[in-house]
């Protein structure tokens, strides 16, 4: 039976604002405006950041934090982004589970993506009661990213099959190829996180040396402790500049262990097969991998500005998303390949 219109479209509309709730989560982190409305989920106990200089000098007003009601908006248009892609993620899962005979989404995949909904809510009430706590914030972004090659897995699949063909990809090193390829990513992805979290991309201000030299002091002792004080704000960061140091050379080893892994499973699915989706899917992640590559590099090279660092999140859901439509077609293939040949 043939899948209704409305639900491709429900599928990549969640695929496309899962993105810019992504985005605009790194945009709210870099412009230091988490804190900006520390209670949740509203604002200040109000839905919007109107009157949010009225309110935060009431007595008994939360005021750790300075009100700013630019700021605030910032927070609070994520909120409301991220409360609409949760609520088409709860549809995706009652149809899921009203119409069990219809394929569209299976009900373990719809019942996964509403708990990491819901846990993506928890830690980004969390977030905000924590202070900006490193651990928080890195798990806030892995699950965000997490959710986004869900949603990515969930559009490629309900979307209009593609042409038949023959594809000649050796069918059990490329999809385990792509898929390392896709774990060493997301590892990245985690990495850039508590890089983030701990404020330590500015603790090497040049490329491709650091501070000057290949290896400055670092502290590894201290760089990836996740347990931190209770109580603490740590917008800004709280480590010494060694720990930031080991934590930013870190970040830049496994960024080149992540890019030889990419190129290896692109490099092969070029290769080895004629197909046109495998091969678009390999051409995207080598683009997006070069593009992310650029930015970093340029965002060291101009003093870390807010737009590049927002666009250098930006570049890693691209990626990821780039990634994941890799290994699906090519699992695809290989296994219709393996299907044909039984």
Not at 31 to 41: F, Q, T
Not at 99 to 121: D, E, H, N, S, T
Request: with cysteine; aromatic share 8%.
């Amino acid at each position: 039976m043939a899948l209704p219109v409305w639900i491709r479209r429900l599928a990549f509309t969640a695929l496309v604002l899962c993105f810019v709730v992504v985005v605009l989560g790194a945009y709210v982190r870099l412009s230091a405006a988490g804190l900006s409305c520390p209670d949740w989920p509203g604002c200040y106990g109000a839905p919007t950041p109107l009157g949010i200089a009225q309110d935060a000098a009431a007595p008994g007003a939360l005021s750790h934090v300075a009100p700013d009601v630019g700021k605030a908006w910032r927070e609070m248009i994520h909120r409301y982004a991220a409360g609409s892609l949760a609520l088409i993620i709860v549809i995706l899962a009652v149809l899921a589970a009203a119409k069990p005979g219809r394929r569209m989404i299976g009900l373990p995949f719809a019942c996964a993506l509403l708990v990491i909904v819901i846990l993506q809510a928890s830690l980004g009430m969390l977030t905000v009661t924590l202070r900006l706590t490193p651990l928080i914030v890195t798990l806030h972004l892995i699950f965000g990213m997490t959710t986004l090659a869900l949603l990515a897995w969930l559009w490629l699949s309900v979307r209009k099959p593609g042409r038949a063909g023959t594809p000649v990809v050796p069918q059990s090193l490329a999809p385990r190829l792509c898929l390392a390829a896709l774990i060493i990513l997301g590892m990245q992805i985690a990495l850039g996180g508590w890089t983030s979290s701990n404020y330590a991309a500015t603790a090497c201000p040049d490329f491709p040396t650091c501070q000057g030299r290949w290896w400055p002091p670092s502290d590894y002792a201290h760089a990836f402790v996740l347990r931190r004080v209770a109580g603490l704000n740590y917008e800004g960061g709280t480590l010494a500049e060694p720990a930031r140091v080991a934590i930013q050379l870190t970040h830049r080893l496994g960024a080149c262990a992540a890019t030889l892994m990419l190129v290896l499973a692109a490099g092969l699915t070029l290769r080895r097969t004629r197909l046109p989706g495998p091969r678009r899917a390999a051409w995207a992640v080598l683009a997006f991998l070069l593009l992310q590559l650029l930015i970093a590099v340029s965002m060291i090279e101009a003093g870390f500005p807010l737009w590049l660092g927002t666009a250098h999140n930006a570049g890693a859901a691209l990626l990821l998303l780039a990634t994941v439509a890799l290994y699906q077609v090519v699992r695809s293939e290989s296994a219709a390949s393996a299907g044909s040949s039984g």
